[in-house]
């Protein structure tokens, strides 16, 4: 029995299916192993993949990319009203929620980020489907870390409405330590021209449609060529690019990068001397430059990689899925298991001497789930009851929270 697991990143997805005691990677209709994360809307049908993307130039406000963040979010929440600026779909409000707005000639309906990674799973469950030539439902789904309850249901329910069963949703992360049997469970080359292309949306989607393609090939060789036909009236665009002039121009972008490792080993009391390996996983592990300043930071560490970055994540879910269906025959430990953890700080609400409303944490962000915690509150002795509200923050630094769940207790 097949099982498979599902990467739906910001920008592509993956699928890797568990047969025969391995996990492989399959490839889509139209031979590639990474589907881009892109839905384009036509009259009478949907696009999903890379026939969206580079259809994207001539329908770019009907087609949406990067579903994934404002997925679960609310229309005021400050993801969702990023995601809505950088939208060439427009993004509407639609009851406290965001609806994508389609035009699609005759009428215009509005739909949601749901029904959008629905397209986009389906999409993932035809390709594994294709692959082993017969149906397969059974599905480990990777999340960010990051992602709180909402996000994570939103995710869920897509994929159920897409047809699959989902075993169990894993962290992006340890999906990327399974992979390996670990702790189980800015225009390129821009050249001046008269015209300023910067103001026309399609020139500019040419652009990066070909920068995207470029980044791709200096992951591999020394420089690309970038060509743009008809760029903007009527003139061709083209340039070189070598591998030293990309890392120049990303290099405040690759020292962003590294940043968040530096902090998360702050957060955790750890320093570079305590860590014995680091998995690469997305695709922008790819960039050799990156990887380099990755193993200076970890001079002394085993850096794994053999397993291409932007694949290990579902090839780990797919092995998660292997284990829940009963495949016993991966060579990993009987008694590995993969534990959920609180992707924020969960905190409980209560009120000062002086009538301020006070946030208490209880489950501190990477507290192991399920857990337990006693806490202790005082009130004068005439209450009858005492109503609780558990919150979980949105991002560690803003003062964002989202209700979880309001007890009420009698007494």
């Known amino acids: 029995m097949a099982a498979i697991g599902v990467h739906f990143g910001y920008t592509c997805a993956c699928v890797a299916v568990f047969k025969d005691g391995r996990a492989d990677v399959v490839a889509n209709d139209a031979g590639d192993r990474v589907t881009p994360a892109v839905v384009a809307y036509r009259d009478t049908e949907q696009i999903v993949g890379i026939a969206a993307k580079q259809g994207r130039i001539r329908n770019a406000t009907n087609t949406v990319v990067k579903v994934k963040q404002i997925l679960g979010r609310h229309y005021d929440d400050p993801d969702a009203q990023a995601h809505r600026e950088e939208s060439k779909c427009i993004v509407v409000n639609k009851s406290d929620l965001p609806r994508y707005e389609i035009d699609t000639g005759e009428t215009t309906k509005y739909v949601s980020p749901e029904d959008v990674a629905k397209l ?204 829940l269906v009963g495949k016993d025959s991966l060579a990993l430990g009987e008694d590995s298991i993969t534990v959920d953890c609180c992707a924020s700080d969960i905190t409980v609400k209560e009120v000062d001497d002086s009538g301020s409303e006070v946030f208490t944490v209880l489950f501190p962000s990477g507290t192991p789930l399920p857990a337990r915690r006693q806490h202790t509150l005082h009130g004068p002795g005439s209450l009858s009851s005492v109503s609780l509200e558990l919150y979980q923050a949105q991002r560690p630094i803003a003062q964002v929270s989202t209700l979880l769940s309001d007890i009420s207790v009698q007494t």
């Open 120 to 323: 986009i799973f389906h999409k993932m469950k035809e390709t594994a489907q294709s692959a082993l030539g017969s149906d397969v439902k059974d599905a480990v789904i990777t999340v960010p870390f990051e992602f709180g309850e909402m996000q994570k249901n939103a995710l869920r329910q897509a994929a159920e409405s897409a047809g699959f069963n989902v075993l169990r949703l894993i962290h992006e992360p340890s999906a990327a330590l399974l992979a390996y049997g670990i702790g189980q469970d800015s225009p390129l080359g821009k050249r001046t021209f008269k015209q300023d292309v910067m103001g026309n949306a399609r020139a500019m989607l040419k652009l990066m449609n070909s920068a995207d393609v470029a980044k791709h090939t200096l992951s591999t060789l020394g420089s690309a060529n970038c060509f743009v036909d008809s760029l903007y009236d009527g003139m061709d665009f083209e340039c070189n690019v070598s591998r030293a002039r990309f890392e120049l121009i990303c290099s405040s972008l690759f020292n962003k990068s590294i940043q968040p490792i530096k902090s998360l080993l702050e957060q955790v009391n750890l320093s570079t001397s305590d860590i014995n390996k680091v998995v690469l996983c997305g695709g922008s592990a790819r960039i050799p430059k990156l990887q380099q300043m990755i193993r200076d930071l970890f001079p002394d560490v085993e850096l794994l990689n053999s397993i291409p970055p932007d694949e290990v994540i579902p090839v780990g879910a797919a092995m998660q899925a292997g284990i």
